[in-house]
C-alpha cells in the first residue's frame, strides 16, 4: 500500500475530489496547509504599508490506496490539480506497513 | 441660566434625546473599527479598552465633569465652577438654551466618552488593562475636561476671547484625542516587533461595520451639535455626509497611485478623516467647503499614517495620522472656508475674512495640542512609575486576551474544547466541603 500525499491549491480541491471519486477512491482526508516553494508568498498593503506573506495557504490531500492504484490516482490528483501556473503544489506517495479499519479491526488492504 | 424659567422645545429636544443616542453608538462603532485592525491575539483587549471608557467617563463626568467643562467660568475661561457636582441642583426643569440641561449634559458625555476612547488606538496590544482604567477618568477630568470648556464652555477662552470656532469638536475631541494618542505611545513605547512582524489587521469587514456605525453616529454627532431641529442642523447634516464622501475617494484615489490597489481598509480610513475634519468645521463652511475639507483630508491623512514608521512612533491604529492630522485639517480650513451665511459673523480668507479667522484657527490649534500632549505625557509617565502602564512582555507575545481577560475572541477548529475545570459558582461542591 502507498500513502499519497498531495498539496494542491485550494480552490482545486473540489476538482481533486470529483477525480479520485470517479476513480474509484473511497475516502480522503483534506487538512488546510500553508508553505512555500517557488510560489514565495505575495505582499498585502494596509494604510500603506506593506507586508510580505510568506506562507500561502494550501490544501493537503492524503490518500491511502492499494499499489497497484498509486500511478493512475497520482495522474488523476495532478490532472485536476493542474492550472500550470506558478504554486500548483505538489505530489509524493510513501509506502505504508499497516492500515487497520478502528471499527472493525479490519487489516491491510481490506482496511482500505 | 441652567435653571431659567424657560421652557424646553419639544422638538429640539427630540432631536437631541435621538442625537444624544446616536454618539453613544459610536464608541461601541469604534471598538469594532479598532478592534478589526488588531490582531486575533488582542481583539477582545481593544474591544474593552473603548467598552469600559463609557462607564468610566460616564462616573466622573457626573461627579464632576460636567460643572467643571460647563459649570459657570471661574476666571480667564480657563474652567468651570463646581456649583454642580455630582449634577447637583439639576433636574427635570432645569433648561439650557430649548433643551433641558441634563439632556445637553448628556449629550456632551457621549463626546467625552468617544474621546477618550480614541486614544486606546494608539497604544494597542501592548497596555496594563488596570492602568488604563486609572488613565481613562484621570484624563478626562485633566484634559478633555478643560479643553471642552475653552472652546464650548460658558466664557472659554479660545471661543469667547481668541474667537476660534470649533462646532462638533475638532479641538476637544479629535486633536485632543491624537495629541494624547501620540504621548501615551510614547509613553509606553512600541510594540514586540513594531516595524518587523507583519500586524495586518485580522478582521476587515468589522473594521468596515465599525466604520458605518461611526458614520452613522457622526450625524448625531455634528447635526446635534446644532442643539436644534432646524435649518443650521440640516446644512450640517449634509456637510457630514459630503465630506465623508470626499475623504473616502480621496484616500481612494492616493492609494491607488501610490500603491497600485484601493482598498477596504483605505474605504474606511478615508471616510474617517473626512469626518474627523468636517467635525469643526461642518457649522461654518458651505456644501462645497466640506467637499474639499474632506477631500483635503483624506488625502493628507493617507499620507500621515506612514509618518510613524519614518519617525519610529508606534501609534499602532494611526490616532496621530487620523485624528490629529485631520482634526488639524478641518479646524485650520475655517480659516479659509468659513462664510457668514452659516457663521452669522466670521468669514475665512476666500470669503473676504481676510488672514484673522486662520491665525485665530491657528493659535487654537496650538494651544490645545501642546497642553493635550503634555498633560497625557505626565499622567501616563506617572502611572508608569506607580503602577506599570506596559503589559508585562510575555503577555504581549500570548496575546492580552488570555493573560488579560481569560478570554480568547475565536474558537478555530474542531479540537480546541477542553474540560469545564471550574465553576465560579458551584454549589454542591460547596456544600461537600462545609459538610463535617
New interface residues.
Given amino acids: 500500500m502507498k500513502l499519497i500525499t498531495a498539496i494542491v491549491k485550494p480552490y482545486r480541491l473540489d476538482a481533486v475530489k470529483t477525480a479520485l471519486q470517479e476513480l474509484g477512491v473511497h475516502g480522503l482526508t483534506v487538512t488546510e496547509a500553508s508553505g512555500y516553494g517557488r510560489q514565495h508568498g505575495h505582499t498585502?498593503?494596509?494604510?500603506?504599508?506593506?507586508?510580505?506573506?510568506d506562507l500561502v495557504p494550501k490544501a493537503r490531500i492524503e490518500v491511502v490506496v492499494e499499489d497497484a492504484d498509486t500511478e493512475p490516482v497520482i495522474e488523476a490528483i495532478v490532472k485536476a490539480a493542474q492550472t500550470g501556473k506558478i504554486g500548483d503544489g505538489k505530489v509524493w506517495a510513501v509506502p505504508v506497513e499497516t492500515v487497520v479499519r478502528v471499527r472493525t479491526g479490519e487489516r491491510g488492504p481490506d482496511a482500505l | 441660566m441652567f435653571l431659567s424659567a424657560a421652557h424646553a422645545d419639544t422638538g429640539d429636544t427630540a432631536w437631541l434625546l435621538a442625537a444624544t443616542a446616536l454618539v453613544l453608538l459610536m464608541t461601541p462603532g469604534l471598538a469594532l473599527f479598532y478592534g478589526g485592525m488588531v490582531r486575533t491575539k488582542s481583539v477582545l483587549n481593544m474591544l474593552m479598552m473603548s467598552f469600559v471608557s463609557i462607564a468610566l467617563v460616564t462616573v466622573v463626568w457626573l461627579a464632576g465633569g460636567y460643572t467643571l467643562a460647563f459649570g459657570d467660568d471661574v476666571g480667564a475661561g480657563l474652567l468651570g465652577d463646581l456649583a454642580h457636582a455630582g449634577m447637583a441642583g439639576l433636574g427635570p426643569a432645569s433648561v439650557q438654551g430649548t433643551v433641558p440641561t441634563l439632556l445637553f449634559a448628556t449629550f456632551q458625555l457621549t463626546f467625552a466618552i468617544i474621546t477618550a476612547a480614541l486614544i486606546s488606538g494608539a497604544i494597542a496590544d501592548r497596555a496594563k488593562f488596570g492602568a488604563w482604567l486609572v488613565f481613562v477618568p484621570v484624563w478626562a477630568l485633566l484634559v478633555y475636561v478643560p479643553v471642552a470648556h475653552w472652546v464650548w464652555g460658558p466664557g472659554g477662552w479660545i471661543a469667547h476671547r481668541l474667537g476660534a470656532l470649533d462646532f462638533a469638536g475638532g479641538l476637544p475631541v479629535e486633536i485632543t484625542s491624537g495629541a494624547s494618542g501620540l504621548a501615551l505611545c510614547l509613553v509606553l513605547g512600541p510594540r514586540l516587533g513594531f516595524k518587523k512582524d507583519?500586524m495586518?489587521?485580522h478582521n476587515l469587514p468589522m473594521v468596515i461595520m465599525g466604520a458605518g456605525l461611526l458614520w452613522f453616529g457622526w450625524f448625531g454627532f455634528n447635526a446635534g451639535s446644532a442643539m436644534g431641529a432646524n435649518g443650521l442642523a440640516a446644512a450640517v447634516f449634509l456637510n457630514t455626509l459630503a465630506a465623508g464622501c470626499t475623504g473616502l475617494l480621496g484616500w481612494l484615489f492616493v492609494?491607488q497611485k501610490?500603491?497600485g490597489?484601493p482598498?477596504t481598509?483605505?474605504a474606511a480610513?478615508g471616510s474617517v478623516a473626512g469626518l474627523v475634519a468636517i467635525t469643526p468645521s461642518c457649522g461654518s463652511v458651505s456644501l462645497l467647503g466640506a467637499l474639499v475639507v474632506g477631500l483635503a483630508a483624506g488625502v493628507l491623512c493617507?499620507?500621515a499614517?506612514?509618518w510613524k514608521?519614518k519617525l519610529n512612533y508606534d501609534d499602532s491604529l494611526?490616532v496621530v495620522?487620523v485624528h490629529l492630522v485631520g482634526g488639524i485639517v478641518g479646524t485650520l480650513l475655517i480659516g479659509l472656508f468659513a462664510e457668514k451665511a452659516m457663521t452669522h459673523g466670521a468669514e475665512g480668507l476666500f470669503y473676504g475674512g481676510g488672514l484673522a479667522q486662520l491665525g485665530r484657527q491657528a493659535v487654537a490649534v496650538a494651544a490645545v495640542a501642546a497642553y493635550a500632549f503634555a498633560v497625557t505625557y505626565g499622567i501616563g509617565r506617572l502611572l508608569d512609575k506607580a503602577m506599570g502602564f506596559r503589559a508585562a512582555e510575555d503577555q504581549e507575545h500570548t496575546g492580552l486576551d488570555l493573560t488579560v481577560h481569560a478570554e480568547t475572541a475565536y474558537d478555530h477548529g474542531v479540537l480546541g474544547h477542553g474540560a469545564p475545570v471550574a465553576h465560579s459558582v458551584l454549589p454542591t461542591a460547596q456544600k461537600v466541603k462545609s459538610q463535617p
Fill in positions: 498585502e498593503v494596509y494604510r500603506g504599508a506593506e507586508y510580505r506573506v | 507583519a495586518r489587521p492609494e501610490r500603491d490597489h482598498t481598509l483605505g480610513s493617507s499620507y499614517v506612514s514608521f494611526d495620522g
